[in-house]
């Protein structure tokens, strides 16, 4: 006798788990993440190391004071900090306070207070980036270049005042709202710039972004989306008039490659339907390139993030995904 078993949906379930997921995104990271300590040194790594154990630290101990469940381990605080430090430049030794206050602030402030994973309403991280950079504008607006480089000589950092000036300058970004350009291509597809620790090197992001589009963790809609609409504004709004602009330039150098693949994506701060994560996407890269064109700032990436995510719940309400087996529509 064939016996059924009556059960409340979710009717189809998957074996992934956050924990899977996150693991998933770390793993994506460390090329970038290594890439970043070769080229910036232990300024980056204790950068990361700080923001890492930071995040994992509050979140379990704020979770025990609010005597929840902790989950500290699943993954999605280790995430957060070590997101933050790839957004963060590499400071200085005395100034390696500001990644703490930075992670501490993701995770209790924009995470915890609105009720934890799932919960929040802001991408922790750049929501932390971006308080840092309202608190502390010069330290984290203070670029180096890298102190070891692919494919081209190593600075030598103690040989002379010529030496240490070549250390300091504009990123790329910076250097284009000024209106000249200081990268190559090559340079800022492999990460020989200045920039924060994990968005220099292009190549390592997109191959990171692959790898979770391959496993299906994110979708690829919305990098694709992202990265596509700020090719086409900034090439249509050029220096020298309509389609002049340097698309490619746009799009390998400043933060563009880590928001699109791994800031935007974040499921809780992103819309559910297909419709609405295209919008969502195009939403991010047009603010991106009006930042950038016609804004006071080099970049845009964080901001335009951090104005979309706020969009969310309109496009969830708008775009709502077909219930099946609910009855007819009205």
């Known amino acids: 006798m064939d016996r059924f078993t009556m059960s409340s949906s979710p009717h189809v379930r998957s074996a992934e788990s956050t924990r899977r997921i996150m693991i998933d995104v770390i793993i994506a990271l460390l090329p970038a993440t290594v890439l970043g300590i070769y080229f910036f040194g232990l300024n980056a790594l204790w950068t990361v190391l700080i923001c890492v154990f930071t995040a994992v630290g509050v979140e379990a101990l704020l979770q025990l004071l609010m005597k929840r ?4 381990l699943d993954g999605s605080a280790a995430l957060t900090g070590l997101l933050l430090a790839l957004n963060l430049p ?19 402030i924009v995470k915890q207070a609105f009720g934890g994973i799932g919960f929040n309403f802001l991408n922790p991280a750049l929501a932390a980036r971006a308080f ?7 330290a984290m607006t203070t670029w180096t270049a890298p102190i070891r480089t692919i494919f081209a000589s190593p600075i030598d950092i103690t040989a002379s005042a010529s030496a240490l000036e070549a250390m300091s300058g504009a990123t790329p970004m910076a250097s284009m709202n000024l209106g000249y350009a200081n990268a190559s291509y090559l340079d800022m597809s492999i990460g020989n710039i200045g920039g924060c620790i994990g968005e220099t090197s292009a190549i390592a992001l997109v191959l990171g972004g692959l790898y979770l589009v391959v496993r299906r963790v994110i979708d690829f809609r919305i990098p694709a989306v992202y990265i596509g609409t700020v090719a086409l504004f900034t090439f249509v709004a050029g220096p020298e008039g309509f389609f ?10 400043g933060g563009l490659m880590i928001g699109a693949f791994y800031m935007a994506t974040d499921y809780t701060t992103s819309p559910m339907s297909a419709k609405g994560k295209i919008i969502f996407a195009f939403g991010c890269g047009a ?5 950038r064109i016609w804004g006071g700032l080099p970049e845009g990436v964080s901001y335009s993030i951090l104005l979309m995510n706020l969009v969310v719940p309109l496009l969830d309400r708008k775009f709502k995904p077909k219930l099946f087996g609910g009855g007819a529509a009205k």
């Open 69 to 72: 469940k902790v989950t500290a």
């Open 90 to 108: 590499p400071l200085a030794t005395e100034l390696l306070w500001i990644p703490f206050v930075g992670a501490a602030f993701g995770i209790a």
């Open 132 to 138: 840092l950079v309202m608190s502390w504008p010069a």
């Open 244 to 253: 002049t602009g340097d698309a490619l330039y746009h799009i390998l150098g």
């Open 287 to 291: 603010l991106t390139s009006i930042i």
